[in-house]
T-cell receptor
Framework: AQSVAQPEDQVNVAEGNPLTVKCTYS??????LFWYVQYPNRGLQFLLK??????LVKGSYGFEAEFNKSQTSFHLKKPSALVSDSALYFC???????????FGTGTRLQVFP | EPEVTQTPSHQVTQMGQEVILRCVPI?????FYWYRQILGQKVEFLVS????????KSEIFDDQFSVERPDGSNFTLKIRSTKLEDSAMYFC???????????FGQGTRLTVV
């Protein structure tokens, strides 16, 4: 069965500091991995994806994520956090031959000025 | 920038009533999806739709649910006889092809009273 774990309900970071939002996954076969962000009263916005190739993928708004196959992780990172990054972040996985995304429970990122 | 649009943004309905949620996916996309998010819980896959038929569905998507693409632009989710537990945010999404990222609409908040 496919699953995604986001071990932290909330991450707090000071503006200007680096941030990491953790994600681990379990899926048979090669995974497609995604990060989405949800601002209050808004839909899910696509940030970045890993399909194949370079383990470090870059996405929107200066975010990046590193795929680690041995640790089955896909942590989201940003070198310097902004207050405007405060939102709910979802990691998701899709098995290569299926349509559906399996989401984690989400991590609320709070960036303090 | 093309986007997925959903109407209405909020729907209140009485238990037992039928409700139709509407979505206009991105025009060149071929795969369409419905997800839901019960308040405070994770985003859950309901159904995927390709080539005018359901390609995959979850256990949640029982006989009370149906999807339709009545014309070249709209994609609808119908709930025949709503229950209190159907109250959730319903997200429509579309993707260009299998394996690519899904783009989500802003959601329809369904409240069953």
């Amino acid at each position: 069965a496919q699953s995604v774990a986001q071990p932290e309900d909330q991450v707090n970071v000071a503006e200007g500091n680096p941030l990491t939002v953790k994600c681990t996954y379990s899926v048979s076969g090669n995974p497609y991995l995604f990060w989405y962000v949800q601002y209050p009263n808004r839909g899910l916005q696509f940030l970045l994806k890993y399909i194949t190739g370079d383990n470090l993928v870059k996405g929107s708004y200066g975010f990046e994520a590193e795929f680690n196959k041995s640790q089955t992780s896909f942590h989201l990172k940003k070198p310097s956090a902004l207050v405007s990054d405060s939102a709910l972040y979802f990691c998701a996985v899709r098995r290569y031959n299926t349509d559906k995304l399996i989401f984690g429970t989400g991590t609320r990122l709070q960036v303090f000025p | 920038e093309p986007e997925v649009t959903q109407t209405p943004s909020h729907q209140v309905t009485q238990m037992g009533q039928e409700v139709i949620l509407r979505c206009v996916p991105i025009s060149n996309h071929l795969y369409f999806y419905w997800y839901r998010q019960i308040l405070g819980q994770k985003v859950e896959f309901l159904v995927s739709f390709y080539n005018n038929e359901i390609s995959e569905k979850s256990e949640i998507f029982d006989d009370q649910f149906s999807v339709e693409r009545p014309d070249g632009s709209n994609f609808t989710l119908k709930i025949r006889s709503t229950k209190l537990e159907d109250s959730a945010m319903y997200f429509c999404a579309s993707s260009e092809r299998l394996g690519t990222e899904a783009f989500f609409g802003q959601g329809t908040r369904l409240t069953v009273v």
